[in-house]
Structures are given as C-alpha cells and as structure tokens.
C-alpha cells in the first residue's frame, strides 16, 4: 500500500492506493502547529480503522509520498518519516526531486510543489496541452504545453476566502452557507451573496481558462485541444456551472503523488 499525503493550506487529503486504484481517502484540518508525534497519532488512528492495514503504525504501508504548500508541516511529516515510518521508503516532494514534467518558469523552485503534481497526473491522465483549475484555499490555474511542459498559471483568491472577505469587510454581511441559491437573482441577501460566490467564481473559471487556453494553442491553434480538469475540494460546486471544464478528476494530486513515488523509487 502506498500513502499519499498532500497537505494544503487548508485542508490535507490523505489517500492510499493499492496499486493504481485508491482504496481509501482522508480530509482533516491543516494546523502548522502539530507536532510529528501528533501527527503519527492523527494517522494511526485513521489507518487503523482499514481493513487492510494491521494495527500497529506502518503495518501495510510500502512506501510515502508527500507534498505540501506549509513548510512547517512538512518538516514535522520528516520526522514522522523518519520515527514512525523507518523502513517505508518515502519521497517528499521538494527541489531535486524527479517529476518528468520540465517547469518553464523564471524561478521554478517558486511554484508550489501541489501545483507541479497535479500537471504531473494531468499530462499522464490526459496529455497536454492542459489547464488544471484547482479549487483550494487559492484557486489556481495551471497550464501544461502540448510538449508535457509546466508553462505557468494563474492564482486567484478561492471561495472560501471570498466568503470570510465578505463577512468581514460587509458591515451588514456575515458568513454564509457554500449552498446554491434558487435563481441567480437573490431574494435575500445570504442568497445574493451566494449567487454571487457561485455564478461570479464560474464566469472567473469561465473567462481565465478561455483566455489560458487561446496563449497556450498559440496561433493558429485550436483552444479547444486543450483540456480543461478541475480538482480540490470546492471544485463540485462549480462543476455544473463553468462552461469550459472538460474533466473532473477529484484526486489528481494524490494520484500525481503516486506517479512521482513510482519515477523516484524506479530511479534508485
């Protein structure tokens, strides 16, 4: 069994594959302020409660991969690595490490390590040339060349820290339920707020991914070559009103995560 850990500013997603097929998956809160023993209690007490896995911490697991956008954390998962893990072979996504996808930026060691996994399973599931919309804390866009080269993107404030903006900022607003309104045209103000949140984020989708998709079919190309995936946690409630996505593939980090473990290992 192979665990995949991908930790976010936000959220951390957690999933195990058997083979190429995830057979289990975890959400829990991101706190930059637990500790590598907390976080091998955390994980021992979701892995145990499989099947597949024995009761000690480790039993079953062959092999770790991890990326992560809060370097905090990812120092405590080190060492929970390094104590708790000692045997498994474990990859950390980080500079030097092995992804096949080129990263054509003016500094590559500046783009999040989520941002290159997810167009690491996007050219694998997929090819390019390809938008990834990652609807996170941040939403984000990333563009992937025909050639399967990381070209760059797109960052955008993400739903949730719209929502908290405007419950805020808005002397006569507060925080709202991520729900879809009945009618576009709010009949109150916690509606108007989502129609807003919900219609204004899909048209943003919208608009983006049309203008990345024209740069990256260059001219005389085709935008509609390019294939548009959306993943994260938020991206559901976008799905049915963005026009342009093409696929929904709600684990691609996890599963970029295990294309990267399987480059690396067959590398030493």
Known sequence: MLLTIDVGNT???LGLFDGEEIVEHWRISTDARRTADELAVLL??????????GEELGDGIDGIAICSTVPSVLH?????TRRYYGDVPAVLVEPGIKTGVPILMDNPKEVGADRIINAVAAVELYGGPAVVVDFGTATTFDAVSARGEYTGGVIAPGIEISVEALGVRGAQLRKIEL????????????????SGILYGFAGQVDGVVQRMARELAGPGGDP????????????PMVLGEASVIDEHEPWLTL???RLVYERNMSRS
Do not use: C, F, W, Y
């Open 224 to 235: 509609d070559d390019v294939t548009v995936i959306a993943t994260g946690g938020l991206a």
């Open 76 to 80: 405590e998962l080190r060492e929970v």
């Open 44 to 53: 021992n007490g979701l892995m145990g409660m499989h099947p597949l896995l």
């Open 11 to 13: 959220h951390t997603v």
């Open 179 to 194: 729900a879809r309104p009945r009618s576009v045209i709010g009949k109150n103000t916690v509606e108007a707020m989502q």
């Open 255 to 257: 599963i970029g995560l």
